[in-house]
């Protein structure tokens, strides 16, 4: 059982190492950003998909939908986004899965892993708070 456990914690400090060495090579080069959105990074390994989104601009603020793809682990996913955010911002709100919600000004940011199978599919939505 304590050889299970050992190994269980070392897979998950090479995941967290595998996540936090992907977030840092982001910000090395100029990452790529969303479509509809001019200062939210794509996190490495990820391709927007052109057109699945939607962006509304409405008197109570924007509602902007984006989806991406790529052949990415769930947890680099969510450590380049706990990285990225909050220097554009971004302040995190409790109650979202993984550090998911985040907060800026009078809009809500939601980054969903929507589906954890390769290609792994990450769903974007900005709206008003």
């Known amino acids: 059982m304590l050889s299970r456990l050992i190994t269980n914690f070392c897979r998950s400090v090479a995941v967290l190492g595998l996540a936090v060495l992907l977030a840092g090579r982001a910000f090395a080069a100029d990452p790529e950003y969303l479509t509809a959105v001019a200062d939210l990074p794509l996190a490495p390994g990820l391709v927007e998909e052109v057109g699945a989104g939607i962006s509304f601009d409405k008197p109570e603020g924007r509602i902007v939908e984006a989806v991406a ?12 986004y706990r990285a990225a955010l909050p220097g554009l911002g971004w302040q995190p709100l409790a109650g979202g899965a993984s550090g998911s ?8 940011l939601s980054v969903d892993i929507v589906d954890d199978r390769n290609p792994l599919v990450v769903r974007f939505s900005i709206a008003p708070n």
């Open 69 to 80: 793809r790529g052949d990415v682990a769930p947890a680099a996913i969510t450590a380049f």
């Open 101 to 108: 919600r985040w907060q800026r000004g009078g809009e809500i």
